[in-house]
């Protein structure tokens, strides 16, 4: 009778433990569900988009992967990353600002894999520890830690079809101890793009050019990255980049130019333009771990070089008498990048303290030569060259206070001090800032309310300053401004998000002595540079909605409106007030049970819209493709066809004695296809994720 009755209690208690350890692991896959469908999230500084949670995202480069994120818009034409309805935004890996732009950044994140990506922060309000460098805030891509003991990698070839065929090759071989780490990635790109440009000044006299222009491109990219876990506490860790550029341009330009008096001159330029510029980027930094509860401190610095050596000949025939002059233009310029910083971060239990020191130091000597063709060889035309020297120092300190109230509030304040001495050819001169910020979230149950402030600035860049003319014909050319003084921005921003899947923002932005490039026409010689011209304000709404409908189709809706007045100075021209609406609309097909076969389909539009000067005609943008994934996801194969519509970018620029017309098609239309394969150990172990926060480097 024991023994029966203990065979029953043990039965029992069997059948409990298991329907318990059912209801269990059914509790564990409704959470891991409901963390998958957790696209957004809501911080007090940032939003949150969950790469790991999206179907989209999946098999691409971490630029495409960017195009996928609410509120961001990737322009590979422009070389351009930006937030729909402001203005571009720097990049950061792991809290380390990467020192690339333009099509260079681009090459970059195309050696950067969706699958390695955690999660990507957009912080349109950054806090004091950032520099306050950049108009519209930052973008942190999270990457995961390599949990895979062993040799492991992946190989990628793109192809992709303008006017003109393009290859690309990048691999990456990791290597992972429980202490060391290892991972060494090159990537290779070459191709061409044929762009066609035409820009009309209408006014007392009439100018009409028009370039159909070859660009080429030829890249070797190798990039060592190493750490190494001293201890518990403490790790090291570096990477090197190495940029092998070679770049080209052939460049067909016309220019018909008719006089007050109505004197008609025709000019035909060929111009062949070749480039070199390899360029070391070297970062290093130790992470000290102070105590079990947090309290850290590390150190970084950076440093950046690039010997940029550019050959430019152009011929020019003038139709009237039948003349041609043959010109050469020779320029060395040579930026250096160097920076040291120290960050301390201390969680109290009253809340967190952060501080840090920074010294920046931005180097750069420029030589042009203008050489002129005469009796069968070149004479250097001392009047057109120049010599320009530039230097920087920034030093820079920070404190910021966050705190956690109960359950529902998170609160941020800091403030960040930035002294800048600039040393030139031309001038010298000096400029302290403060740049405070604070932010404050509440959160409850779906509903998560913020409100930001931050004050930043935007330093004119090297191709800005420099007073170099850059010749299109013997009459026209364009060159920076080493007069030019930073711009201002003052953001202010309400956020909501529900759900983690509806996010919207008020914002007003306040941008004064903002500075670009002005045109002018004196005869037949047309030319360009920059200069501090006008002052923003932005009042304006953004939204986006992201969800996963039937488990086999992921949306992403995104819109923004604004209105925009300003003022202007140092031109004559009418100040334009205007509205603003833009929107996009993303969509992922899943085919099959296993999520292996998946088409998308994307459009966006901008409509005509005006700022200060200018006013901008509509642009829509059309692409779609499929994926699919084989070997146990092992093998991923894309294609993408782009701007279907071949759009072309249409604008005016309004001046009181002038108005310029701009009309341009910068290959855009495509056809890519690329293939990547994971291979690799799958033994893993658990490792703590060491939070990097900062490893900043100068723009």
Known sequence: MKLKSLIIATLFSTSIFAQTEKDTLKEIEQVNILVKKKLLERKADRLIFDVESSIASQGMDAGETLANVPMLKVDENMGTISIIGKSSVNVMINGRMLNLSGTALLNYLKSIRSENISKIEVITTPPAKYEAQG???????????????????????????????????????NYQTEKLSLSFKTT??????????????????????????????????????????????????MEYIFDNGKNGMNILNTTRNISS?????????????????PTHTFSTYYDLKLDSLGKKLSFAGNFYKNTNDTEVNFS?????????????????????????????ELPF?????????KFNQFRNSADLKYLNFENNQYIIDEEKGSVFNYQEENYAVYGSFAKTIGEHWETKAGLRYENTFV???????????????????YKAEKNVFSLSYSRRINRPSMSNLNPFRWYENPYSYSTGNPLLKPSYINNYELGYTYNNKFSTSIYYLRLKNAFGQVAYLDGISQTGTYLNHYNNDFYGVNASYTDIFFKFWESNLTANASYQTSEVFNINAPTLKGYSFSYSINN????????????????????????VNTRFENFSNLNSGFKISLMEKQLQINATVTNIFAQRFKGQ??????????????????LRLSVNYTFGKKKKFSKKNINFEEKDRAN
């Open 135 to 173: 108009n519209s805030g930052l973008i942190n891509i999270i990457l995961k830690k390599n949990p895979n003991l062993g040799f492991s990698g992946n190989i990628n070839t793109g192809l992709t079809q303008r006017t003109y065929f393009n290859g690309s090759t990048n691999g990456t071989l």
């Open 188 to 237: 290779y790109i070459e191709g061409a793009k044929r762009s066609n440009e035409r820009f009309t000044i209408l006014g007392e006299s009439q100018n009409y050019s028009e370039s159909t222009r070859k660009d080429m491109w030829q890249d070797l990219t190798p990039n060592l990255t190493a750490s190494y876990k001293i201890n518990k506490n403490s790790e090291v860790g």
């Open 261 to 277: 008096d109505l004197k008609e001159e025709n000019l035909l330029t060929n111009t062949f333009h070749r480039e070199k510029s």
């Open 316 to 344: 020019t025939l003038t139709v009237s008498d039948n003349s041609v002059q043959d010109v050469k233009t020779l320029s060395k310029i040579k930026p250096q990048i160097f920076s040291v910083q120290a960050d301390l």
């Open 349 to 357: 239990k009253f809340g967190t303290v952060e501080t840090g020191v």
């Open 423 to 441: 040393k030139s050819s031309v001038s010298n001169f000096n400029y302290r800032q403060w740049f405070p910020s604070a932010f404050v979230s």
């Open 588 to 611: 992922t097909f899943i085919l099959n049970k296993t999520k292996t076969i998946a088409i998308f389909l994307n459009y966006d539009q901008s409509l005509p819209n005006e700022n």
């Open 653 to 670: 620029m309004y001046f009181d004695d002038n108005t310029q017309f701009m009309n341009n098609y910068w290959d855009g239309r495509s």
